[in-house]
């Protein structure tokens, strides 16, 4: 017995130290998300408005899994928007997740996997922040404060809320900086590998994160090149930089650039009128149930309102950060470094033009309206999503600071005391209420019914929404129209633009049919051109009158026969 507790880890032990965290960041991720946890296979995070990207992302997993079973290429589908074939680079199509929950799935389904990454993410991320500020400070309660300030920041609930799981799971961000801080200041090569490696996992999990991170990557570099040029600029380092450019470049850059170039000459350019307003990044989280009641009013006055608005960089943060620079001289080389990246992320989430209080002074034009109008950023990026990279920078100083008056107390009880009291209040502010939750688990038998069917034909969504590519994972059969990310929806659904009944069906614009709508031969023709067998239309996400107006429209203008329906779904048969 006595051999036994001799080989358990002491409480003092790395081992005991990142299972204790590995606990405690989960327990604070299932609070902070509930109630999800109690639909952890049944539903997911998701307001259920039109703007709720949740199922996009259910659909994501099911499309990987179903691409990479059946030897097809996974940026590529007719499953939506059929008969085009569906070039997904500028959807969100997170291949990172669908690789990790090909497992998953088998044993969870679509919903329980997502959740299980999701909580997974929170804890990796959390304790790549403790690691990446270990390794700056080789203080324990600094990689907590720091852990803390960006895992649960204001952008993770806002962006988790409305369904942007591409923009929540960030647990490769952290370790990307602290790999690329290794690369530079230690001589030895397989921290490049590592960081390469990252990069690319960033990469198909969400480019545009991807994009942060290599600013971020960008900034040390500069940064640190002029503090010590002589270990940045060397021949080991030169050896190094060019295996990182190798791996990302040959893994990455080529196979997504072939993707994106089938896109490049029909993508639409839409530069962003999002501008973040400079008085929410200094105000309180606006979905603070206590505090963010002004911040809130303000940010819904905005485009994209708090799901692209939520700036708030959190007060505490903001102290604890700014007190980092009392103690400048310690660790000067560190906070040079992430002073930069705050600044940078500040100014480019400000947007294309200085606001105010929700006053735009259009005269005004800051670096984003430049940089906005780059190629690949002229897709639309949206800048305040760049607050991101100050979240970050902002919580690494603050773990500094933590750091600092450690060294200054000389006791280490003391600090983690301040540590502790700090987190509480970070949590306090950046908590968000209860997460709204979406079901998807409890789907019509009907959808069932058709995936059932053995002949080879397609189904048209009503009015389609992001719902309506997660029936599809139940009923498996393509459909014609779609609802996915970014700016493809706009350019696949422009195929149907001159096709009758068809374009009214799928138009949220369109109020009435146009004469060749109600022309009955017309729009059997096109049903038939488009081997349409089921008109589906969602009760849960129709309001009473749009529901009654489509209904008259298939039911009496088009006379189509009702082929089931229930409290979810209403699905017309066609005459093909």
Known sequence: ?????????????????????????????????????????????????????????????????????????????????????????????????????????????LAGSLNVLLLASIVATALGMVALVRYLTRSWWAGVVAAVAFTFSPFFFAHLRTGHYNLVMLWPFPLIVLFFLKSLRERVAWPALVFALLVLIQSYLDNQIALFAALAVLIIFIVEMVHSPKTVLSYRQAAKYLLMVVLVGGLFVLPYLAAVNGFWHHRLLSPTYNNGDAQIIFGANPLNPWWGKNNLLLTERLIGAYRENTISLGRVVLFFSGLSMLFIRRRLRE??????????????????????????????????????????????????????????????????????????????????????????????????????????????????????EPSYFTVLPVLPGPGDVYDQTIHRKKIVSGSLGRRIHDYYQGQYAGVAGIKYLINYKATFPAPDDLDREKVYAAFADYYIKYIVLDKTTKDLETQQRMKKY??????????????????????Q
């Not at 298939?554 to 779904?569: A, F, I, M, Y």
Request: with cysteine; aromatic share 14%.
């Open 1 to 109: 017995m006595s051999k036994i507790f001799a080989r358990a880890p002491k409480l003092t032990s790395p081992v005991f130290i990142w299972t204790f965290l590995a606990l405690i960041f989960l327990l604070a991720a299932i609070w902070l998300t509930w109630p999800l946890v109690k639909f952890w296979n049944l539903g997911i995070v998701g307001d259920g408005t039109a703007t709720d990207d949740g199922p996009f992302f259910l659909w994501n997993l099911w499309w990987f899994k179903k691409a990479i079973l059946s030897w097809q290429d996974p940026f590529f589908t007719n499953f939506v928007y059929y008969p085009a074939r569906v070039n997904l680079t500028l959807h969100t199509p997170t291949l990172t997740s669908g690789f990790t929950s090909l497992l998953l799935q088998k044993c969870l389904g």
């Open 335 to 452: 906070k040079l470094v992430f002073l930069s990246i705050a600044l940078v992320g500040l100014v480019l989430a400000l947007g294309p033009n200085l606001q105010v209080g929700g006053h735009v002074f259009a005269e005004i034009k800051l670096p984003f309206y430049y940089l906005g109008r780059l190629p690949l950023l002229d897709l639309g990026v949206v800048p305040t999503r760049f607050i991101l990279l100050t979240q970050l920078a902002l919580a690494i100083l603050a773990g500094l600071s933590i750091a600092d008056l450690e060294d200054f107390l000389g006791r280490r009880w003391l600090a983690g005391l301040v540590a502790l009291s700090s987190c509480v209040v970070i949590l306090l502010g950046s908590y968000s209420g209860a997460m709204p939750v979406r079901e998807v688990a409890n789907s019509s038998p009907l959808l069932v019914k058709i995936g059932a």
């Open 554 to 575: 298939l039911s009496g203008d088009l006379g189509l026969p009702v082929w089931g329906e229930d409290s979810l779904l209403v699905v017309y048969e066609t005459r």
